[in-house]
């Protein structure tokens, strides 16, 4: 699944690499991709949005993802907005 820019930091961070690599690939990865398109891949995965308590749970996952809140915040904005 997805990851935003924070999860994959926190996570290569983990590893054991050298904080300076890590920046520098996060970087140049984000720089080829957009975040918000991978957090709407996490939307899509997470299934039909059926009520106010799914959409607090997808909000949750991207979250947790590692997806900043202005990332999150542009793509439930549409979805918040239907009618469920």
């Known amino acids: 699944m997805p990851?935003?820019?924070a999860r994959l930091q926190?996570?290569?961070?983990a590893t054991g690499c050298p904080?300076?690599?890590?920046l520098a690939t996060v970087r140049a990865m984000y720089r080829k991709v957009?975040?918000?398109?991978?957090?709407?891949?996490?939307?899509?995965?997470?299934g039909r949005i059926s009520s106010t308590q799914t959409l607090s749970r997808i909000a949750r996952l991207l979250n947790q993802r590692g997806?900043?809140?202005?990332?999150i915040e542009t793509v439930m904005g549409p979805l918040m907005r239907e009618d469920i």
């Open 3 to 5: 990851m935003g820019r």
């Open 10 to 13: 926190e996570e290569l961070l």
């Open 19 to 22: 904080e300076q690599i890590v």
């Open 34 to 46: 957009s975040e918000q398109d991978l957090a709407m891949k996490v939307v899509t995965t997470a």
């Open 67 to 71: 997806f900043d809140e202005e990332t």
